[in-house]
């Protein structure tokens, strides 16, 4: 089978071409795995974090990849979830102990950093793990719904916020336009300040809904009762602090953050960024239920999922794009056409 391989970590900046375009042999499933078929993969900016080691995998070399769609190619002999044909997706949860807290677990495994992912024809998985794909979305839009959406659903869920107070957004890539639109429907009353680096972002963000956008430090009509960041940057985190209002919630959505505005944390003011009982809190991992819970969530708005598609071979280029800021909505990149 076809796969993009990660041998080495090294910053994008140093090698352009940190994948390669490998033939792998097509992996059998255990006794409780699938094997799927994948037809398209998303790409996120954990990626990126694993080819520059913030997020090291735990093998080399490996296929990245974790917003998978595909089809059910065999089953194990103790599955009785799926069927041979049927349309499946796998997220960042690769596997874990299945207990409440499962995110969080020692037994805690991921897709594509410490098993193989979906930057390939071919992957196997315990079906324990797998998620049935509602009809409304495409193969293409459903790819980021596995993860942007599916963490963006636990962000929201961690703010604590109810209906009719003010969130805010920073940043508006893969999961920020998916958290809008389902913030939107989950919180009808509650206005959305959206925070974005580019005038396309914020027309972005105002086509969906935004009821004000602007720049990270522009001073929004009034306080946040809570902030979602899903940032890389630091900057964003300081400035989503100060517009809280006194016992608001940060959410951070960011497996890890970069070095290359960390001195701007020797600017925090305790006064002004932290007093009043405001509160940070940061995103780990995801559940089983979190995707399960969120996909019919989407189908029923239903969420519209804002792409952009590449060839796998060409998974190098999504990334450098990724890393450029050319974002709008979420990059997946094109497996297996026929499915």
């Not at 041998?7 to 992996?27: G, I």
Request: proline residues 6%.
């Amino acid at each position: 089978m076809r796969a993009m391989v990660l041998r080495s970590l090294a910053p994008l900046s140093e090698n352009a071409e940190p994948l390669e375009l490998v033939q792998l042999p097509k992996p059998t499933p255990g006794a409780d795995e699938v094997l799927i078929e994948i037809s398209v993969c998303g790409v996120c900016h954990t990626e990126l974090d694993e080819i520059e080691g913030r997020v090291r995998p735990t093998i080399l070399p490996i296929v990245p990849g974790h917003e998978i769609v595909g089809r059910v190619a065999a089953c194990g002999q103790n599955c009785q979830r799926f069927s041979i044909g049927d349309r499946v997706g796998v997220g960042w949860i690769y596997s874990s102990d299945r207990k409440d807290g499962e995110n969080l677990s020692a037994a805690f495994a991921a897709t594509g950093r410490d098993a193989n992912g979906g930057y390939a024809e071919f992957m196997v998985i315990d079906e324990r793990y797998v998620y049935p794909i509602p009809p409304t979305f495409s193969d293409v839009e459903a790819a980021p719904l596995l993860c942007a959406g599916g963490v963006g659903y636990r962000s929201l869920r961690l703010t604590g916020l109810k209906n009719g107070q003010v969130l805010g957004l920073t940043g508006f890539g893969g999961s920020g336009h998916l958290v809008l639109q389902l913030a939107k429907h989950l919180y009808p009353k509650s206005p959305i300040y959206v925070f974005a680096r580019s005038d396309r972002e914020r027309e972005f963000a105002r086509s969906l809904g935004a009821d004000w956008c602007g720049h990270t430090e522009d001073r929004p009509p009034s306080g946040l009762h809570a902030a979602i960041d899903t940032t890389p940057a630091w900057a964003p985190v300081l400035a989503a602090l100060a517009r809280l209002r006194p016992g608001g919630r940060l959410v951070i959505n960011a497996i890890r953050k970069e070095a290359s505005d960390r001195e701007v944390l020797a600017t925090l003011d305790y006064a002004a960024h932290l007093w009043l009982e405001k509160e940070i809190k940061s995103v780990a991992n995801v559940t089983r239920e979190d995707i399960a819970d969120f996909l019919p969530i989407a189908a029923e708005i239903p969420i519209r999922v804002e792409t952009q598609t590449y060839a796998l071979e060409n998974a190098n280029q999504a990334l450098r794009d990724l890393r450029s800021g050319n974002i709008r909505g979420a990059k997946v990149l094109m497996i297996n056409k026929r499915l």
